[in-house]
């Protein structure tokens, strides 16, 4: 078997709607070899991992897998599977579904691909996968390459070994997994619908797009203020401010050395508690000091945390912890300290060892609970009982571990929501909002949580920023309380509109259109094309900027009211998309354009790959689709949401067909473009009010206007809206750059446009002859990237034999792995088999030389073309060109 390529699809991609990973598998002989050829593979793989078996796989069933694998697969499939395996059995546990399809006129090559939840772990485990297919062959049949094309770690030893693997993908999902907080709030916000976007490698992380966006770090929230953690953050500082509203507090005060602790704790009275003035998950923490020495320690231990101790008043009672959320309770639990239970038969240490075999019990904070861990205050704790780790206390005996509750340091928790005392609660939401935060975790100390502690005695002992939700979650005992849903309810996250825009020709003009649109009616617009990423009309980023990290850039920024997104084939089959579903997905059209690039062998596979954007939209947004092109007409059975349809021919069938069923559709009909829906019908505009169609010569923008208007309509925007923008958008190069800009302050007018394929140059070469003037002449600088195919070229070349009188090919910078000059040689032949002679045909190989040569060749009364790929820089060229003194003569 050999790996010959590997991919991640970040978001929806052309195979799935979720984000996977991809490697291209060569299995070579074993193509030859299904699972059920292969002596004891089944039975060994079973044995090794027999959960893999229980899979639905194809058939829908438990087991469904096992059958298959018995039945005779292929191991690329088998791969697959054994992917998402491991990765649940790592801890990955809402990762299920994988693909492996056969790559086209390539025998025994597959694309396997299956879902993760982090890439790198994800990368592992196809890596590990492969290799345990592997250990399971035959020596004859054994033997994989490329491996370190999937992932290359220095935690996989060469010689494959399941349980290190195993052991190392483990240690990569506690590395790269969010804790239960976080975790909490991912999952809200997805039982809400709204994208979830990971911002770092620990836990920030943004719910929503744009605007409407939230960020949050643990129970940290954009919300939460600086003033509030700081004060929570000085005991001390908390305790004054709580005394101050008449909250029970422990009186105590903060000193710098030992002796000091110990005169303190003399004026106050024991038993008393020393913790460090700014310590937390109980690091530190000393309580229920009867005497001088045990303060001394206590003292000791805090200072190890911080330089200064507080020393304070022991209140008598369980410790609680309660959730207040936005001034209101959302949750209590009673933390219990880590301990075990007696039995007359283990030791201490066999106890604590059961107990920490609790499946609900991991290593940090990823886990319900924490494993107790012995340490010296274990010990301490122990003797101070008269016991050690090798004792065997007797049976029903409590032994405690910790003097604290802290769940980090394996305790366990109660809810006692429903049974707490008004008054508690009460203090506990005066607390929260004293403070000054917008979550807190109120430390609260009651002999009796049903009973007012004015009654009982105890009170607040601490405020706590960014308390963890594990114990509320999950409580050990009671009901597990959704205590996220709360929170965002407080924030508010949500989505911003987003348009997505692909096809094969028009894509940035019309995606410029509809920005224009929404700017003209007030909104922060963020778009990307291929000249950049703008928000709110200032360019942010330059260059191609139509793939995915593009989007995701405006998606994050939190000004961004609106996205309109030009997606590009590239950055589909490459990485998939950087949203997770659009409100408004347009393609507007499909002709022959990179086929031969990226597996894209025929236009039914491009028009399949450029179907995502129709197929990621939202339940309830809009698919936009141009019903004069086959190939899209083709992808409204797979569309998401409702489908619109835009046309210059409304007479055909299938446009008559959707506006009789009450559906959206934008035609033109004669020189007005007419909106239909819900069985009405309105006119917009004349296409002669839109000034990028050249009164309506440039047909190519009457589309792209008939595409945007039924974009906009489709989310939403009010006709008048739509007119209004429409009426003021231009093919200036500063509303439109590289998309037919006329520059005419030369004694020959010069047009930039970015035709840069057969389809586009035929477009372009009907509005070229409707505006070339009486014996002028049509120049033309035209070239086309060198990854297209030969014929491709070619072709460019006899279009362009067909539209100007003079032509320079040029190819700098598009050579695109070519030999130098073999782009231009191919459009050469294309053009001199159209019938251009030699004489009116010019190479020039770089771009500022070839627009430099093309100038040059201008006349009075005729129309020069620049096809250009460096737009700004060509732009700026044409503006400072300074023609020859013989032009001005004739």
């Not at 649940?88 to 006129?105: F, Q, Y």
Request: proline share 5%; hydrophobic share 40%.
């Amino acid at each position: 078997m050999r790996v010959l390529e590997r991919g991640v699809y970040r978001g929806p991609n052309i195979y799935s709607l979720r984000p996977m990973v991809r490697f291209m598998l060569d299995l070579g002989p074993l193509e030859q070899r299904p699972s059920n050829t292969i002596d004891g593979f089944t039975e060994r793989l079973l044995t090794l991992l027999p959960s893999v078996g229980q899979h639905h796989c194809s058939l829908g069933v438990p087991g469904g897998f096992e059958r298959r694998l018995r039945d005779g697969t292929w191991l690329g499939h088998v791969t697959e599977h054994v992917a998402l395996e491991l990765q649940t059995l790592a801890g990955e546990t809402t990762v299920h579904k994988g693909k492996t399809r056969s790559v086209p006129k390539r025998p025994g090559v597959y694309n396997v691909m299956f879902e993760y939840r982090d890439e790198r772990v994800g990368l592992m485990a196809g890596r590990l996968a492969l290799q345990l297919v592997n250990s399971l062959l035959p020596s004859d049949l054994a033997g994989v390459r490329g491996l370190d094309m999937i992932c290359k770690d220095d935690a996989l030893s060469a010689e494959f070994d399941f349980e290190s693997g195993l052991t190392a993908l483990r240690k990569l999902v506690r590395r790269t997994s969010l804790g239960p907080t976080t975790m909490s709030f991912v999952e809200e916000a997805r039982r809400r619908g709204l994208p979830v976007m990971r911002l770092d490698e620990f836990s920030l992380v943004q719910i929503g797009y744009g605007r409407a966006a939230k960020r949050i770090r643990a129970s940290i929230t954009e919300g939460t203020s600086h003033l509030g953690v700081t004060a929570a953050g000085d005991k001390n500082l908390t305790k004054s401010l709580l005394a101050d509203i008449g909250v029970p507090v422990p009186r105590g005060v903060v000193v710098k050395d030992v002796e000091e602790a110990v005169r303190a704790a003399s004026r106050l009275g024991f038993p008393v508690v020393t913790k460090p003035l700014d310590g937390n998950h109980g690091r530190g923490v000393s309580v229920n000091l009867k005497d001088a020495s045990e303060v001394r320690a206590g003292f000791e231990l805090a200072a190890s945390v911080s330089p200064s101790v507080i020393v304070e008043q022991f209140f008598v009672g369980d410790d609680h912890r309660i959730l207040v959320v936005g001034g209101q309770v959302i949750a209590a639990a009673r933390r219990v300290p880590a301990h075990v239970v007696g039995d007359g038969t283990r030791t201490v240490q066999e106890l604590v060892d059961e107990v920490n075999r609790d499946p609900r019990r991991g290593d940090g904070h990823e886990q319900v609970m924490t494993k107790i861990k012995i340490d010296r205050s274990v010990r301490e704790l122990l003797r101070e009982q008269g016991l050690s780790l090798r004792d065997v206390p007797e049976a029903g005996r409590h032994v405690r571990l910790r003097g604290t509750a802290n769940l980090s340091t394996g305790g366990t928790a109660i809810d006692v929501t429903d049974a707490m005392h008004p008054e508690n609660a009460m203090m506990a939401r005066r607390a929260a909002l004293a403070v000054g935060l917008d979550v807190a975790g109120i430390d609260f100390l009651a002999p009796d949580i049903t009973r007012s502690v004015r009654e009982t005695g105890g009170g607040i002992v601490e405020v706590n920023a960014a308390p963890g939700f594990r114990m509320h979650l999950q409580p050990s005992e009671g009901t597990p309380r959704n205590v996220a849903k709360p929170v965002l309810d407080l924030l508010k996250p949500g989505r911003i509109p987003i348009l997505a825009v692909t096809g094969t020709n028009g894509k940035s003009t019309t995606a410029r259109m509809i920005a224009h649109v929404y700017a003209s009616s007030g909104k922060i617009v963020g778009f990307t094309s291929t000249t950049g990423v703008y928000v709110g009309g200032e360019r942010v980023t330059t260059g191609d900027a139509t793939g995915p990290k593009s989007a995701r850039i405006v998606l994050r920024d939190p000004l961004v009211e609106v996205a309109v997104l030009e997606t590009a084939r590239g950055g589909m089959l490459r990485e998939g998309l950087g949203y997770d579903f659009a409100d408004v997905g347009g393609v507007l059209n499909v002709s022959a354009d990179h086929l031969g690039l990226g597996g894209i062998l025929t236009l039914e596979q491009l028009a399949w790959a450029k179907s995502l954007v129709a197929r990621a939209v939202r339940r309830r947004g809009c698919t936009v689709l141009n019903a004069d092109d086959p190939h899209t007409v083709r992808m409204a059975r797979r569309a998401g949401g409702r489908v619109a349809f835009f046309s210059q021919r409304p007479d055909a069938n299938i446009v008559r067909g959707h506006i009789e069923q009450g559906g959206l559709a934008v035609v033109r009909e004669g020189e007005d473009i007419v909106v239909y829906r819900h069985g009405e019908r309105e006119v917009l505009m004349s296409v002669c009010d839109i000034p990028a169609t050249l009164a309506g010569l440039a047909r190519f923008n009457v589309e792209n206007a008939l595409a945007a208007t039924a974009m906009c309509v489709g989310q939403g925007l009010a006709l008048d809206v739509v007119r209004r923008g429409l009426s003021t958008f231009t093919s200036s190069f500063e509303q439109n750059p590289g998309r037919l800009n006329f520059f005419d302050e030369l004694p020959f007018r010069v047009l930039l446009d970015y035709a840069h394929n057969p389809a586009s140059l035929e477009a372009q070469r009907e509005l070229l002859h409707s505006l070339r003037t009486p014996g002028g002449r049509l120049i033309g600088m035209v070239s086309v990237p060198g990854d297209r195919r030969d014929d491709d070229i070619r072709e460019v070349g006899t279009i362009a034999a067909r539209t100007f009188d003079e032509i320079v090919f040029r190819e700098g910078p598009d050579g695109r792995g070519r030999p130098r000059g073999e782009v231009m040689d191919l459009l050469r032949e294309g053009a001199l088999s159209a019938g251009s002679e030699q004489e009116h045909l010019r190479l020039v190989l770089e771009e500022q030389d070839a627009v430099e040569e093309t100038l040059r060749l201008g006349r009075p009364g005729d129309l020069v073309v620049i096809m250009p790929t460096k737009v700004d820089e060509v732009w700026a060229q044409i503006r400072s060109f300074r023609p020859n003194v013989e032009v001005h003569g004739d």
